[in-house]
């Protein structure tokens, strides 16, 4: 199978802004890996017996949840403990597995930014693909610079899937997606951007790439744990205008 190349990133503490909430957190992180490009057409077509017509651009149009059992897939194929267990629609992260999984969203985050504080790595043209460059799809990978951690197209080509829930007081199991895609304007190809999407949904502009790294705790790990994702959803307060109340 296609090698997936993996960069080592050192632990560190990143930033995370929840605007919604209004709220500032810092997460400090263990080291971990990173796919250094997103997962390609080819990588993807390969493992699961699927075709490919541009094998060196980023795979899109796969749901979060093809991604997680891409994950699983590539584990076993490497002999490691799948880092995901699925109970019907309800999936779970074992987070002290050393499988492949999908980065948390302060993981991605912190290895986007790669020591830098501003909204981009450098300057918008010269590392990230979007509607500057009049493109109409995705691009080949490494097109563009990478960032000091050697990881390219984390900005623009792409939106990229996180394992972590966007904000499920509001948009109940909608998960979290980064980076800016190809036909993004420059204010929403920012580090700090968040948007996301049913997990059961795909969009011709997102894709994911792979991480690895494990926790002692199987429920918490990298800025992630499930104590706070149930405390994140009880929303009790009068709904806020224009919030649609989530069937549970």
Known sequence: MTDIELAAIPGGTVTLHDARRRIRRDVDLEPFEISVYPITQDAF???????????????????????????????????????????????????????????????????????????????????????????????????????????????????????DLLDPARYGDYRVFRGGGFADDAWSVRASVRRGGSPGSSQDDVGFRVARGASENPDAAQGWSRAADDERAAYDDPLPPGWTPIRR
């Open 45 to 163: 077509g390969e493992l699961l017996g699927l075709g490919g017509t541009h094998p060196r651009r980023p795979v899109v149009d796969v749901s979060w949840t093809r991604a997680v059992r891409f994950c699983n897939a590539l584990s076993e194929w490497e002999g490691l403990d799948p880092a995901y267990t699925f109970d019907g629609s309800d999936v779970r992260w074992s987070a002290d597995s050393d499988g492949f999984r999908l980065p948390t969203e302060a993981e991605w985050e912190f290895a986007c930014r790669a020591g830098s504080s501003a909204p981009h790595y450098g300057a918008l043209p010269d590392v990230a693909w979007t509607s500057l460059d009049g493109v109409g799809a995705p691009q080949n990978v490494g097109g563009k610079m990478p960032n000091l951690n050697g990881m390219f197209d984390t900005l623009g080509n792409v939106w990229e899937w996180c394992w």
